[in-house]
């Protein structure tokens, strides 16, 4: 596959936060076995942005001129993963991850997931140690929410 000939592979995704006077929630979309992001590959000559956009509204619904990127913030993970249509190839696939403001929570049309839910911000937050609880760590220390 082209798009995995440099072993190393960019997606990109949005933490989509709704905040409503003093609170606030953030939306994570479910699979059958773990919670997740709105997230996806980029397309060739795409930037991460385009892409993290575009693959919110293909997973959610959500138009991207409902969403506001905040413009400071910018979240990157690295793990290995595995491709089905690659064999026992490993490849190394960095997740670029914005986060996103909504002024409310529209309806969700949801595509590859089982579910979604809004959770309350209330950090420090225990949800999945791999990459969901270091990209809302990164969010409560940018925020200035660091909790208790």
């Known amino acids: 596959m082209k798009r995995f000939a440099n072993?190393?592979?960019?997606?990109?995704?949005?933490?989509?936060?709704?905040?409503t006077g003093?609170?606030?929630?953030?939306l994570l979309l479910r699979h059958p076995d773990r919670w997740d992001l709105p997230?996806?590959?980029?397309?060739q000559?795409?930037?991460?942005?385009?892409?993290?956009?575009?693959?919110?509204?293909?997973?959610?619904?959500i138009p991207a001129d409902q969403i506001s990127l905040d413009e400071n913030?910018?979240?990157?993970?690295t793990y290995p993963v595995r491709y089905p249509a690659t064999g026992?190839?490993?490849?190394?696939k960095q997740v670029n991850y914005f986060l996103g403001y909504l002024t409310s929570k529209p309806q969700l049309k949801l595509t590859e997931h089982e579910g979604a839910e809004w959770f309350r911000w209330n950090?420090?937050?225990?949800?999945q140690s791999q990459t969901i609880d270091p990209l809302l760590a990164a969010v409560a220390q940018h925020r200035g929410d660091l909790g208790d």
Not at 22 to 26: I, V, W, Y
Not at 123 to 127: E, F, L, Y
């Open 7 to 19: 072993q190393e592979v960019k997606a990109a995704g949005i933490l989509l936060m709704s905040v």
């Open 22 to 26: 003093d609170s606030a929630e953030f």
């Open 39 to 43: 997230k996806g590959h980029c397309e």
């Open 45 to 61: 000559g795409e930037s991460l942005r385009h892409a993290a956009l575009r693959e919110t509204e293909e997973e959610t619904g």
């Open 73 to 77: 913030f910018l979240f990157k993970i």
């Open 88 to 92: 026992s190839q490993i490849f190394q």
């Open 123 to 127: 950090p420090p937050h225990r949800i």
